[in-house]
């Protein structure tokens, strides 16, 4: 009885996740929706880790006097780094701007985000994220996530700009 409602439950969530990613976008807006969150509220992780295909990667690149560092993590990495941070100062991230270029079941968007700490109110990232979706089974998958912070070199603007 107990498998039975389990896997209902979980055919349930599956099922709303595809519907919830019906479009490039969708997956896009359920990223930021499932990282954002106020101080103390654990993050949903098990829809987080439903956006993304097998071996997605997540990688930030960024500038710097000594060159340009990159880290690129999986999204289990994401979670056991990131997310203590997330519940313990709280966190939002906006989509502030976006582009999507689909060719048949690929998607590419480049999505301008700020960053705000639900804790204090400051803003501590804007930037781009640079994602490729793959639709699998009718539902939209994050097959990878780069992100750079924005500079003065690099303005949003500039980056939307260079992607004419």
């Not at 997330?86 to 301008?112: C, D, K, N, P, W």
């Not at 930037?127 to 996530?145: F, H, P, R």
């Amino acid at each position: 009885m107990i498998r039975t409602l389990l896997a209902a439950g979980a055919a349930a969530l599956s099922a709303a996740s595809a519907i919830a990613q019906d479009a490039p976008g969708a997956a896009v807006e359920a990223l930021y929706e499932v990282i954002s969150g106020p101080v103390g509220e654990a993050r949903d992780w098990d829809r987080f880790r439903t956006l993304f295909t097998e071996h997605a990667r997540m990688t930030v690149v960024t500038p710097g006097e000594e060159g340009v560092r990159i880290a690129s993590l999986s999204p289990e990495d994401y979670i056991e780094r990131a997310g203590p941070n997330l519940v313990r100062i709280g966190f939002t991230e906006t989509e502030t701007r976006r582009r999507t270029y689909q060719y048949g079941e690929m998607a590419t968007i480049l999505s301008g985000y700020e960053g705000v700490r639900t804790d204090t109110g400051e803003t501590i990232a804007v930037g781009i994220n640079t994602l490729v979706l793959v639709e699998q089974d009718g539902a939209w998958k994050i097959v990878s996530i780069a992100w750079r912070p924005a500079d003065e070199a690099w303005p949003v603007e500039a980056g939307f700009e260079a992607a004419e």
